[in-house]
């Protein structure tokens, strides 16, 4: 056998020995994420394609994660809500996260590993282009639209290129003042917006395999950003600890073949990254951090399914304990566990939720906010010429709302350093 | 499927994001409602810088105030068309202002696949950037079987790159349809009643 795990688990799902990439398969379908901005259009695709009376391939396999629009006062976004609510009830989904309820949780990505909707072997489709994030669970995971995803709730199939693998390693262990985040970047400057255009990156070296969940996630949630089809790292004992905490169900593993089939191998030596910004307005629009430290912010965000993590938060109150911050600074957790965490978290005996409350920082709740702006009330949204300095995942125009607003993305250390200071700054200044 | 599609360039540049598109505050209205619908077609290309849009003067309206149909049909861009999110909006706000066919360089893959699946318009990849010798108001003409891109204005012709076996899916109208057609659904699954 020569086949990259991607091969592996689109032959499975294809019920092949093997395949090829290039070719077009038709692959079983293990779960469909779908959200509140996409969900009502897959619905009435669903509809009016199997019918009024029409149910779900399979209720269990169907997760339903309202996360973008939920705190808003828009008519339009609340009545997205209301489809949703009235499908499921319709339909009986047993995995419905309903805003506004207990059951509540925030941004999918995060969601579907917290509630242990992530397996490693399986095959996930989300009306979302992060949904490659899942990936970091050693599984196929990739983002689709409105009518690919009503035909899988109608058939529980999706036709499927086979993509190209693209291997990403890295050796020896990265510096402690290095993240994810800077490392994705910097592949994301390395390769191009559209160097994994159709292709598969996969993550791999000991450096990576020291990554906790959470920093994997990071890495696999920006593959889109570089154009990719997926992301996945193997699983290993990382991996089998935080699914085992989440749900029970039987997974399989699959490993890369020592003999399979790469596009393109590249290795890194680890401890040679620094930390990097990508400036407006692309995500491969790379720089040193330390290069730009002459760029003034106005604002400086912290959230999203890239950088809203507790590890993110972790970071970030590293730096900003016991300081104050010189520029408007939002914190959003991605889910509700993390808004939970930042209670319970602590540093020097104070909680996470008190170091940032103490710097000055506003504290939102958990969602999706200003990462893709949204409705004009949302939290932490541009309205005019801020220059913003975030751990999100996209600076393209308008992005976090206003189209004259710039965008620098960047690791939480460096958000949270840039914060203290008001220019960007990098994050070795506070580090000793 | 029309075999001849011709009408107005609109031309734009490299990495055209799906926020550009159609800007995340718009994702909101219905799909499904006819009326409610047009409201796409009045924001599609609204997130493009102004001088961008158009290319290569830029500041050329591409819907005009109060409309939510175009003036031009065909969009030619350069590489990496469409890149971002996965929202289906994108191609479905460029249908319902009555563009029948992006011709890229390349394409960002979600988009590619929507515009295909849900038969919102033909995506089309060129054998090199035709961005700088079309004009926005270059009258064009596509022959979609001979996969040909004649520009009429300027009296040249290109050979695309084959759309290989996505023509089935195109031919059909979309994924639905061509699963209907080669079997891939059961007639049980095809009630598609009004
Ligand atoms: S946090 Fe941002 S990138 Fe992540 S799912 Fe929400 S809008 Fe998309």
Redesign the interface.
Request: aromatic share 8%.
């Given at each position: 056998m020569d086949m990259t795990i991607t091969e592996k688990i689109l032959a499975a799902h294809a019920r092949k020995e093997k395949v090829q990439p290039g070719e077009n398969v038709w692959v079983d379908v293990d779960v469909l994420m779908t959200h509140d901005v996409c969900g009502p259009g897959t619905i009435g695709i669903f509809k009016e394609q199997f019918g009024k009376g029409a149910k779900v391939w399979d209720r269990k396999k169907v997760v339903i994660i309202p996360d973008h629009y939920i705190f808003t006062s828009d008519t339009h976004a609340n009545r997205n809500i209301d489809i949703l609510r009235e499908f499921v009830a319709e339909q009986d989904l047993p995995h419905y996260y309903d805003v506004g309820t207990e059951d509540y949780k925030g941004v999918c990505h995060l969601a579907l590993a917290q509630e242990g909707h992530n397996r490693p072997g399986e095959v996930l489709f989300g009306t979302d282009s992060h949904t490659c994030t899942s990936g970091a669970f050693g599984m196929f995971a990739t983002g689709i639209g409105n009518t690919d995803a009503a035909f899988i709730l109608g058939t529980g199939k999706l036709w499927v290129k086979v993509p190209e693998s693209m291997r990403f390693e890295f050796t020896g262990e990265f510096p402690s003042y290095i993240m994810a985040k800077d490392i994705i970047l910097q592949v994301i400057g390395d390769i191009g917006v559209d160097g994994a255009t159709y292709r598969t990156m996969e993550w791999t070296g000991s450096a990576i395999m020291k990554f906790s969940m959470e920093e994997r996630m990071t890495l696999c949630n920006m593959a889109i950003e570089g154009g990719g089809k997926n992301a996945v790292i193997e699983a290993d004992d990382t991996t089998f600890e935080y699914v085992k905490r989440r749900t029970d169900r039987p997974y399989t593993v699959y490993h890369s073949d020592p003999d399979a089939n790469y596009f393109f191998k590249k290795t890194y030596n680890a401890a040679d990254m620094e930390p990097i910004v990508a400036k407006p307005h692309s995500p491969d629009n790379k720089a040193l951090v330390k290069d730009c430290t002459d760029v003034k912010i106005d604002r400086s965000y912290i959230g999203s399914c890239t950088g809203g993590k507790l590890t993110d938060f972790l970071a970030a109150a590293k730096l900003l304990n016991g300081k104050k911050v010189a520029v408007d600074t939002f914190i959003v957790p991605a889910t509700v566990e993390v808004e939970k965490d930042l209670q319970q978290e602590k540093l020097d005996g104070k909680s996470l939720m008190d170091i940032f409350k103490n710097s000055g920082c506003h504290i939102g709740d958990a969602s999706c906010a200003a990462c893709l702006g949204g409705p004009q009330d949302t939290f932490g949204r541009t309205h005019g010429t801020e220059v913003v300095v975030s751990t999100t995942n996209r600076n393209f125009p308008g992005r976090m709302g206003s189209k004259q607003s710039e965008v620098y993305l960047a690791s939480p250390y460096t958000v949270a350093a840039s914060a203290l200071t008001g220019h960007i700054t990098d994050p070795r200044e506070f580090f000793q | 499927m029309k075999h001849i599609i011709e009408g107005k360039a609109y031309v734009l540049g490299d990495?055209i994001?799906t926020?550009?598109i159609i800007?995340?505050?718009h994702?909101?209205?219905?799909?499904?409602d006819p009326e409610e619908k047009k409201n796409y077609g009045k924001f599609a290309l609204s997130?493009v810088?102004t001088e961008n849009a158009g290319l290569p003067d830029g500041g050329k309206v591409f819907v005009s105030e109060g409309k939510h149909e175009s003036e031009y049909s065909i969009i030619v861009g350069g590489?990496?068309f469409g890149?971002?999110?996965?929202?289906?909006?994108a191609p479905a706000c460029l249908q319902i202002a009555g563009i029948q066919a992006v011709v890229a360089e390349?394409?960002?893959?979600?988009f590619y696949?929507?515009s295909v699946?849900?038969g919102f318009l033909i995506p089309f990849e060129t054998q090199s950037n035709l961005t700088n010798e079309t004009k926005t108001g270059d009258e064009l003409s596509i022959d979609v079987e001979k996969e040909t891109f004649t520009n009429k204005t300027t009296g040249k012709t290109h050979t695309m790159k084959s759309l290989g076996?996505i023509i089935e899916i195109i031919r059909a109208g979309?994924?639905?349809e061509y699963?209907r057609q080669s079997g891939?659904?059961q007639p049980s699954?095809?009630?598609?009643?009004p």
């Amino acid at each position: 056998m020569d086949m990259t795990i991607t091969e592996k688990i689109l032959a499975a799902h294809a019920r092949k020995e093997k395949v090829q990439p290039g070719e077009n398969v038709w692959v079983d379908v293990d779960v469909l994420m779908t959200h509140d901005v996409c969900g009502p259009g897959t619905i009435g695709i669903f509809k009016e394609q199997f019918g009024k009376g029409a149910k779900v391939w399979d209720r269990k396999k169907v997760v339903i994660i309202p996360d973008h629009y939920i705190f808003t006062s828009d008519t339009h976004a609340n009545r997205n809500i209301d489809i949703l609510r009235e499908f499921v009830a319709e339909q009986d989904l047993p995995h419905y996260y309903d805003v506004g309820t207990e059951d509540y949780k925030g941004v999918c990505h995060l969601a579907l590993a917290q509630e242990g909707h992530n397996r490693p072997g399986e095959v996930l489709f989300g009306t979302d282009s992060h949904t490659c994030t899942s990936g970091a669970f050693g599984m196929f995971a990739t983002g689709i639209g409105n009518t690919d995803a009503a035909f899988i709730l109608g058939t529980g199939k999706l036709w499927v290129k086979v993509p190209e693998s693209m291997r990403f390693e890295f050796t020896g262990e990265f510096p402690s003042y290095i993240m994810a985040k800077d490392i994705i970047l910097q592949v994301i400057g390395d390769i191009g917006v559209d160097g994994a255009t159709y292709r598969t990156m996969e993550w791999t070296g000991s450096a990576i395999m020291k990554f906790s969940m959470e920093e994997r996630m990071t890495l696999c949630n920006m593959a889109i950003e570089g154009g990719g089809k997926n992301a996945v790292i193997e699983a290993d004992d990382t991996t089998f600890e935080y699914v085992k905490r989440r749900t029970d169900r039987p997974y399989t593993v699959y490993h890369s073949d020592p003999d399979a089939n790469y596009f393109f191998k590249k290795t890194y030596n680890a401890a040679d990254m620094e930390p990097i910004v990508a400036k407006p307005h692309s995500p491969d629009n790379k720089a040193l951090v330390k290069d730009c430290t002459d760029v003034k912010i106005d604002r400086s965000y912290i959230g999203s399914c890239t950088g809203g993590k507790l590890t993110d938060f972790l970071a970030a109150a590293k730096l900003l304990n016991g300081k104050k911050v010189a520029v408007d600074t939002f914190i959003v957790p991605a889910t509700v566990e993390v808004e939970k965490d930042l209670q319970q978290e602590k540093l020097d005996g104070k909680s996470l939720m008190d170091i940032f409350k103490n710097s000055g920082c506003h504290i939102g709740d958990a969602s999706c906010a200003a990462c893709l702006g949204g409705p004009q009330d949302t939290f932490g949204r541009t309205h005019g010429t801020e220059v913003v300095v975030s751990t999100t995942n996209r600076n393209f125009p308008g992005r976090m709302g206003s189209k004259q607003s710039e965008v620098y993305l960047a690791s939480p250390y460096t958000v949270a350093a840039s914060a203290l200071t008001g220019h960007i700054t990098d994050p070795r200044e506070f580090f000793q | 499927m029309k075999h001849i599609i011709e009408g107005k360039a609109y031309v734009l540049g490299d990495d055209i994001d799906t926020d550009q598109i159609i800007p995340a505050e718009h994702l909101v209205y219905s799909l499904s409602d006819p009326e409610e619908k047009k409201n796409y077609g009045k924001f599609a290309l609204s997130g493009v810088p102004t001088e961008n849009a158009g290319l290569p003067d830029g500041g050329k309206v591409f819907v005009s105030e109060g409309k939510h149909e175009s003036e031009y049909s065909i969009i030619v861009g350069g590489k990496n068309f469409g890149c971002g999110s996965s929202r289906e909006h994108a191609p479905a706000c460029l249908q319902i202002a009555g563009i029948q066919a992006v011709v890229a360089e390349s394409y960002a893959r979600i988009f590619y696949r929507n515009s295909v699946d849900g038969g919102f318009l033909i995506p089309f990849e060129t054998q090199s950037n035709l961005t700088n010798e079309t004009k926005t108001g270059d009258e064009l003409s596509i022959d979609v079987e001979k996969e040909t891109f004649t520009n009429k204005t300027t009296g040249k012709t290109h050979t695309m790159k084959s759309l290989g076996e996505i023509i089935e899916i195109i031919r059909a109208g979309n994924i639905f349809e061509y699963a209907r057609q080669s079997g891939l659904i059961q007639p049980s699954e095809t009630l598609n009643s009004p």
